[in-house]
């Protein structure tokens, strides 16, 4: 059974900082895409950032340069380092795992900025 599993969330200041963690379970970890999406109140879920098996990262226009995405085979764990916090980056964070045939997503972890 597969399971991902979100970590780090909470509630920070505006200019803060927080580092989530996903943990997965069940399946071959390293050869998957990882990546990180969130979902404010009444939007759609976004694409945050990811990064593929072989380390190449990619990430949404309104994170660059205040996020960090980065995974630790060893340990099955994919990460996201946020930096320069806004409200505006306030949301529900869920980690998702992709393959050729495989989608799979995490229950999420809140991220509140108070401004």
């Known amino acids: 059974q597969v399971q991902l599993v979100e970590s780090g969330g909470g509630l920070v200041q505006a200019g803060g900082s927080l580092r989530l963690s996903c943990a997965a379970s069940?399946?071959?970890?390293?050869?998957?895409?990882m990546g990180w999406y969130r979902q404010a109140p009444g939007k759609q879920r976004e694409l945050v950032a990811a990064?593929?098996?072989?380390?190449?990262?990619n990430y949404a226009d309104s994170v660059k340069g205040r996020f960090t995405i980065s995974r630790d085979n060893a340990k099955n764990t994919v990460y996201l380092q946020m930096n320069s916090l806004k409200p505006e980056d306030t949301a529900v964070y869920y980690c998702?795992?992709?393959?050729?045939?495989?989608?799979?997503w995490g229950k999420g972890t809140l991220v509140t900025v108070s401004s």
């Open positions: 990064i593929t098996s072989g380390g190449s990262t």
């Open positions: 998702n795992m992709q393959g050729n045939i495989i989608n799979y």
């Open positions: 069940g399946i071959i970890f390293s050869i998957h895409t």
